[in-house]
């Protein structure tokens, strides 16, 4: 099994985490996409038995590291967050299909809420390296769920939200998408609790803008042989169930179903 | 005495077959194989159990379809699977560059007759060694448990498959019965080659925050470690009464492991959830299961079998 050391482990909000760790895969020679996720044992003792999906926020090529951010909500996430520089974690990954940038794009938008925000970042730093400008569209619970945002304003233009107002703009992230935010938006990349994404899905309907959606369905084995996590997509009028954690996680939103 | 791990004989006979070990993973936990043979050589195993083949397309179950539980897991997938004739066709023959695997097809269905079709469609198949039948899935409305817990039903079901099989056929037993030992017996009588045992034990959990089951199917089937102990007691108990080989399982996720349902009277063993966890478990297993077999003086594995008992 893959197992590599913690580099370092920080608190960066209520409950939440930033870890970074040794790829278990060399970075520079096998290659990885953002929105990839990283499957992480909690212990190496069978009571809590199953990986933990977290997805791939940071990618360190030189130095071959991976970050996650991450909130610590079950058993199995708070004995991650327990873990701390030289420590050993079994962790397996990049896995599953993430966001690919579409050549001839020249502006982006990212939409992401709450612990869904992590992935886009490496998407955002990714598609600025191609030489597109980026918006983000960030959504919080309050102040102290805020992650990230000196990331992202590096990347290009940025729009928080929270429910409380505490940071931002109080209100949803779909508040935020206007004709003037969207304006010369080629393509969207979203990324968050799926009553969110339901919302960002019909909104750029509307919008006619193109864009991905990151799924989160309950994992098992994160390698395609379980066939716990499917999710219901349309493809050419034909609906089918695709596992999330090959296929996906992340696909066109114009093919996402939601029951 | 001491020896190396390499030199402990590990290998087994099944149906006038060599295997290389008893160690396989089991159906529903492996797919058809193809994506942990992107991570190891499949000839390292003992055979395949591949992924339960029903008559017609199945889409499975709604999600959530899995859920954690201590040490164990809650899964109802339903029986996702395209279907006898593109399992025969996209699935199997995958499996023929692995030149030293005995294919087994784990069978499910509705009814008998449709078990029965597909079995005669696998007639056709030159890649099938043998045939588990799925007579104890608790996930799909008629999903073949009533055929696993009626003795009689289940003599049914076994003497027509037997009918139309052209391979050994093991029965899978369900461990939501009374007596396990009758149904043991019943499909014995029947005619089966061996019995595979157990599956899943039915379970639940739900979410209390949304006042609701977790899994969308309401219920679902345990396995993983916390099963272990209920499997070995059954194997132990089905094994001191039926002449045909049993292969056990339920939560194996190491040698020992191995050494405890042998000792049982399991002839061969299967690993499901570990596969999961350790997409590797397999191998590692086999190694641990030698190297056991070194430190404790053992020189052949099927001396272990039902050393419990003696």
């Given at each position: 099994m893959p197992k590599v050391r913690v580099v370092k482990q920080e608190s960066v909000g209520t409950g939440l985490y930033k870890m970074v760790f040794e790829s278990p895969i060399d970075l520079k020679e096998k290659g990885f996409m953002p929105g990839q996720f990283l499957h992480l044992r909690?212990?190496?003792?069978?009571?809590?038995l199953l990986r933990r999906p977290l997805s791939?926020?940071?990618?360190?090529v030189e130095h071959n590291v991976l970050t996650v951010v991450y909130r610590a909500q079950g058993e199995g996430t708070k004995r991650l967050a327990r873990l701390a520089a030289g420590d050993v974690v079994d962790v397996l990954g990049p896995l599953g299909h993430g966001f690919a940038a579409v050549s001839g794009d020249r502006r982006s938008l990212l939409v992401g809420g709450g612990i869904g925000v992590p992935p886009l970042v490496e998407l955002g730093r990714y598609l600025k390296k191609q030489g597109q400008s980026v918006i983000s569209v960030l959504g919080f619970q309050n102040k102290s769920q805020a992650i990230l945002l000196d990331e992202f304003a590096q990347i290009g233009d940025m729009i928080v939200m929270s429910d409380d107002g505490?940071?931002?703009?109080?209100?949803?992230v779909t508040g935020a998408l206007t004709e003037d935010v969207l304006m010369d938006v080629d393509r969207f990349y979203s990324c968050g609790p799926t009553p969110m994404l339901k919302a960002v899905q019909a909104t750029m309907k509307v919008f006619c803008v193109p864009g991905f959606l990151s799924l989160e369905e309950r994992m098992?084995?994160?390698?395609?042989?379980?066939?716990?996590c499917v999710h219901e997509i349309s493809q050419k009028g034909e609906l089918k169930y695709v596992k999330t954690c090959k296929e996906g996680p992340v696909f066109p939103s114009e093919e996402v179903v939601f029951s | 005495m001491i020896i190396n791990s390499e030199d402990v004989d590990l290998s087994l006979d099944l149906f006038s077959r060599r295997f290389k070990n008893p160690v396989m993973p089991a159906s529903g936990c492996f797919s058809f194989g193809r994506e942990v043979s992107m991570l190891y050589?499949?000839?390292?195993?003992g055979a395949i159990v591949v992924k339960a083949t029903t008559l017609t397309e199945r889409l499975g179950?709604?999600?959530?379809?899995v859920a954690e539980t201590p040490s164990g897991m809650l899964n109802a997938?339903?029986?996702?699977?395209?279907?006898v004739q593109r399992v025969m066709e996209?699935?199997?023959?995958?499996?023929?560059?692995?030149?030293?695997l005995p294919v087994i097809v784990n069978v499910a269905g509705t009814a008998i007759e449709d078990y029965v079709e597909v079995v005669k469609a696998l007639r056709?198949?030159?890649?099938?060694?043998a045939i588990e039948l799925?007579?104890?899935?608790?996930?799909?409305?008629?999903?073949?448990i009533q055929f696993g817990t009626d003795p009689l039903v289940a003599q049914e079901m076994v003497r027509a498959i037997k009918a139309v099989a052209s391979v050994p056929v093991i029965v899978k037993l369900s461990p939501?019965?009374?007596?396990i030992v009758s149904m043991a017996l019943a499909c014995e009588e029947a005619g089966a080659d061996a019995l595979s045992l157990i599956n899943t034990v039915v379970g639940m959990q739900i979410d209390v925050e949304k006042r609701r089951p977790l899994l969308a199917n309401t219920s679902g089937g345990l396995s993983g470690p916390a099963i272990r102990p209920i499997a070995v007691r059954m194997v132990y108990e089905v094994s001191s009464r039926v002449k045909v080989p049993v292969i056990g399982i339920g939560g194996i996720m190491t040698g020992r492991d191995v050494v405890e349902f042998m000792m049982a009277g399991a002839t061969a063993v299967q690993v499901g959830t570990a596969n999961f966890v350790d997409p590797w478990s397999c191998p590692r297993i086999i190694s641990e299961l030698a190297q056991w077999c070194a430190d404790h003086g053992v020189s052949r594995v099927t001396d272990l079998v039902g050393a419990a008992k003696q």
């Open positions: 909690p212990s190496e003792s069978y009571d809590l791939l926020c940071m990618a360190d505490t940071i931002g703009e109080r209100g949803l098992g084995c994160g390698i395609g042989i379980c066939v716990g | 050589d499949l000839n390292l195993l179950n709604k999600t959530p379809r997938i339903g029986l996702q699977n395209p279907g996209e699935e199997l023959p995958y499996l023929r560059r692995f030149d030293d056709d198949s030159p890649d099938v060694f799925n007579i104890s899935c608790p996930n799909v409305k008629c999903g073949g939501n019965v009374t007596d």
